[in-house]
């Protein structure tokens, strides 16, 4: 089992991005999918989740409004697209499979992680 993030890099305060996650060694509509960040000298915080067939999502209240979880199990990918980002969203973010819900230690696989640097 394989995630692998993509989309992240370096957005002006207000800016806009769309992270990719891409799934291999399992069928990405067997499976919850969800995004989780960590900045620097912080803990692991959830971002988002969404059910198997798209039908179903959880949000973390800071970021709920600005950010859209989706997936396409046609190409084994979900996307986190990011609009109205704030410094305080800048952190390292991760794909996360195969649980629910807003706590890590829920979920079995997960990706390396992508840096999303948002600036002042």
């Known amino acids: 089992v394989q995630l692998v993030e993509s989309g992240g890099g370096v957005v002006q305060t207000g800016g806009s991005l769309r992270l990719s996650c891409t799934a291999s060694?399992?069928?990405?509509?067997?499976?919850?999918m969800g995004w989780f960040r960590q900045a620097p000298g912080k803990e692991r915080e959830f971002v988002a989740v969404?059910?198997?067939?798209?039908?179903?999502?959880l949000y973390a209240d800071s970021v709920k409004g600005r950010f859209t979880i989706s997936r396409d199990n046609a190409k084994n990918t979900m996307y986190l697209q990011m609009n109205s980002l704030k410094p305080e969203d800048t952190a390292v973010y991760t794909c996360?499979?195969?649980?629910?819900?807003?706590?890590?230690?829920?979920?079995?696989?997960w990706g390396q992680g992508t840096q999303v640097t948002v600036s002042s």
């Open positions: 060694g399992f069928t990405a509509d067997e499976y919850a």
């Open positions: 969404i059910n198997w067939d798209g039908g179903n999502t």
């Open positions: 996360a499979a195969g649980g629910w819900g807003t706590r890590y230690v829920n979920y079995n696989y």
